[in-house]
């Protein structure tokens, strides 16, 4: 496979730079003094060196190797964002959401969406709470309330030379309120309409006199959902029984179906409340979180996968047909110590435990599948940081455990359980993998005009060899705000641990994800409140998917992309302008010798050449105004074309010698309403009653009200004629302070 970038030998430069250099050249390194850093004005904030969320080491914003898209909690709140899949596609430039019918929305960054959430990591407070064994970023997406986070920092491309395995396609890195921001209590209730839920939530903190500090938030959701009337279901074909023709259709092409039992759009599983509860304390250098969520949605039925006997008969749907559910319940506890051994350098030790309970249903049959997964974790991490030469190196350790019996919170759970590898038969009991990192950085200020960042970490798992995520960048300051980035990444996701497990007991071999990249960016600083940004990046990467037929994740072929991104933000006192537009374009695609049946791209067939599931153009706008005091208003728009690759994937699927798969995902021929534009617009008003109390006013979806199709959500692996619209939708919120 040929490769953009990070050959083996560039791969073992990196880790000579990083571990080899940095060692060497330690002792050469002048930190600047404490009075020093006092005499700092606020203007420079933007360029003193601090904690980042793509390095190891201390940057300056400004120098950040990387593409960042942050996201306070006033843009949260002014979003209308129902759960953080929605807030992440109103902000971040190159994101999209994607439906499916076999788990929840799918996040993609950069033309990479999977149907596991497994191409990027969900990370909290530095801790990455992704499903190991199999579904990836698989809890926290669904819950409808985001108060008690800080702040969102997205990182648009490869980051596994700083967060590990798994996150080719980005990083969603959260950081939780921890006391030291609120004061008292905050009571808020949600109330959503045609999309119905309703949130109740408590945030509250408490300072101490020995300096400690504890905040606690709790919220409860009861999430029914938007009816088929609301958020209609629409086919890409018309199905008929059996696929007699002389019968009445049981769907129409292009017409929304009729099931009694559909389930509502985003309803929670098996009707159950979605719960958060976060317990943090913090002291000194002392941080000790606890957090414990759980959620779960129902799932709309896919076209060709109905079961009228013991055997699947492609006639899609039946009038009887019930749907699937997925609940996931998971726990965490983490603590972490950061000490200074001198002015510029410290050690840090996190530890950690973490549970993940799935629990599944296959609505064909009474048939319900559960597990549990447990993670244990240490991590020693040294860095140094002086005003020209930063490096860091570090090492963790993860022990984890599969297969075990789920935590009984629900009455769904069935006496026996069935670990989630049930399509495994040869091994049913717990096992246990452990892995082994190393992690290295060196920032090297070479002049006032060029910085060096080089950053490597090593992984090492029980059913795998040692594999290396190597990042080189050169960032040239034209002036301090004027800025060129030349990033270089290689970054690896590990074979789902079910699928390693597989390999081993068979023999056979998972393989590792990897993504190569090149990203060119420039960065303007237009004055204190605005700035742009221009990317182009290209990038090679091995895609996995999940086989339908072999019913396990395969690596289905090799893929090449470029693409664009522009972002603009403008911000002041009262005003907040935020403006992007994305662009990406495959290259080519290779196919493997394991990729029959993928649905990623019809390039290989002789369909275009293109990819299937993805948007070539998004365009994004969020708008902010503080009118007064104490009102303000906020608008936000989503626009979304260019599904040529679907329309050449459907186009194959109608082939002759397809037969079996035009029913499951073929299109009536001369229907292209599913891929014409998606359109969504937010529009939300607050209005501060007096000191506690604070109303909000909510349109989700608008355009809506004039046609549904407009706010289409197309499915994922091949059925992307298939979708359902998201409702237009009402919600008021009233928010209550406590002193």
């Not at 950069?110 to 801790?127: A, C, E, M, P, W």
């Not at 390693?500 to 190569?516: C, M, P, V």
Request: glycine share 6%.
């Amino acid at each position: 496979m040929n490769k953009l970038c990070c050959s083996r030998a560039l791969k073992v430069c990196f880790m000579t730079h990083c571990l080899a250099v940095s060692c060497l050249l330690s002792h050469s390194a002048q930190g600047v003094t404490e009075d020093e850093l006092l005499t700092v004005s606020f203007n420079d904030i933007l360029n003193l060196s601090s904690e980042n969320v793509a390095l190891l080491t201390k940057t300056s914003e400004k120098k950040t190797p990387a593409s960042v898209t942050r996201i306070s909690q006033d843009m949260i709140k002014s979003s209308g964002a129902r759960e953080l899949s929605e807030l992440i596609d109103i902000y971040v430039p190159n994101a999209q959401v994607w439906q499916h019918n076999f788990g929840q929305n799918h996040i993609g960054f950069r033309g990479l969406v999977s149907d596991r959430d497994t191409q990027f990591l969900y990370v909290i407070n530095g801790k990455t709470m992704n499903h190991r064994a199999k579904l990836g970023a698989a809890s926290e997406v669904d819950l409808p309330n985001l108060q008690d986070i800080q702040s969102i920092k997205v990182i648009s491309g490869p980051g596994s030379a700083v967060y590990g395995a798994g996150a080719v396609s980005g990083v969603i890195a959260v950081t939780t309120f921890d006391g030291s921001k609120l004061k008292g209590t905050e009571l808020s209730i949600r109330q959503g309409f045609r999309e119905n839920f309703t949130n109740l939530g408590i945030n509250s903190a408490k300072q101490f006199d020995s300096g400690g500090r504890l905040y606690f938030h709790y919220d409860i959701t009861d999430y029914n959902g938007a009816n088929q009337k609301y958020a209609p279901y629409v086919l890409g074909r018309t199905i008929y029984p059996n696929e007699d023709t002389t019968q009445q259709p049981i769907a129409r092409v292009g017409q929304p179906i009729s099931f009694a039992n559909l389930p509502n759009d985003e309803a929670s599983a098996f009707g159950l409340t979605r719960h958060k509860l976060h317990l943090q304390y913090t002291h000194q250098d002392w941080s000790t979180w606890l957090r414990l969520t759980r959620g779960g949605e129902a799932f709309e039925p896919s076209r060709g996968v109905a079961r009228t006997d013991s055997s699947t008969v492609y006639t899609a749907f039946d009038g009887d047909l019930d749907w699937r559910h997925q609940l996931y319940q998971q726990l965490t506890l983490a603590t972490q110590y950061s000490h200074d051994l001198t002015l510029n350098s410290k050690i840090q030790f996190d530890a950690s435990y973490g549970s993940f309970d799935i629990q599944e249903s296959k609505g064909f049959e009474d048939l319900f599948r559960s597990d549990r997964e447990d993670e244990y974790q240490l991590k020693l991490l040294y860095t140094n940081s002086a005003e020209q030469l930063s490096y860091a190196y570090g090492v963790e350790l993860t022990h984890l455990r599969f297969g075990l019996e789920p935590y009984r919170f629900s009455e769904y759970v069935q006496e026996e359980f069935t670990p989630i590898d049930d399509n495994n038969p040869l091994d049913n009991s717990p096992w246990s993998a452990n892995v082994f990192s190393l992690l290295g950085e060196l920032n090297y200020e070479l002049n006032n005009k060029f910085s060096l960042f080089s950053s490597i970490r090593g992984d090492i798992h029980t059913y795998t060899q040692a594999y290396w995520s190597p990042r080189l960048a050169l960032v040239y300051s034209v002036t301090p705000n004027n800025l060129f980035k030349l990033i270089f990444n290689h970054s690896n996701r590990r074979a789902n641990d079910a699928d390693l497990r597989h390999g081993f007991l068979t023999d056979s071999t998972a393989k590792n994800e990897a993504i190569d990249s090149i990203e060119l960016r420039y960065d303007q600083y237009l004055n204190t409140n605005s700035h742009y940004y221009a990317a182009l990046f290209i990038q090679d990467a091995e895609i996995s998917s999940w086989n339908t037929r072999s019913l396990r994740t395969f690596n289905i072929g090799d893929y090449q992309a470029y693409g664009v991104e522009f972002a603009y933000d403008y911000t002041t006192v009262k005003h907040r302008f935020l403006l992007s537009y994305g662009y990406v374009n495959q290259i080519d695609f290779n196919l493997g010798p394991d990729g029959v049946g993928q649905s990623f791209s019809a390039q290989p067939y002789g369909f275009g050449d293109d990819i299937a599931s993805w948007w070539q153009h998004s365009f994004k706008l969020a708008y902010s105004f503080d009118y007064t005091q104490k009102s303000s208003f906020d608008i936000s728009l989503r626009y979304l074309a260019g599904l040529q690759g679907l329309k050449d994937l459907a186009a194959y699927y109608n082939t002759d010698q397809f037969e079996e798969e035009a029913l499951k995902r073929g299109v009536a021929r001369g229907y292209d309403k599913a891929f014409r534009p998606s359109a969504f617009v937010n529009l939300g008003t607050s209005y501060m009653v007096n000191d506690s109390i604070t109303l909000r006013l909510e349109g989700q979806n608008i355009l809506g009200l004039l046609d549904k199709n407009l706010n289409k959500r197309n499915f994922l692996a091949g059925r992307g004629a298939d979708y359902r619209a998201e409702a237009a939708a009402i919600t008021l919120g009233v928010q209550i302070k406590i002193p």
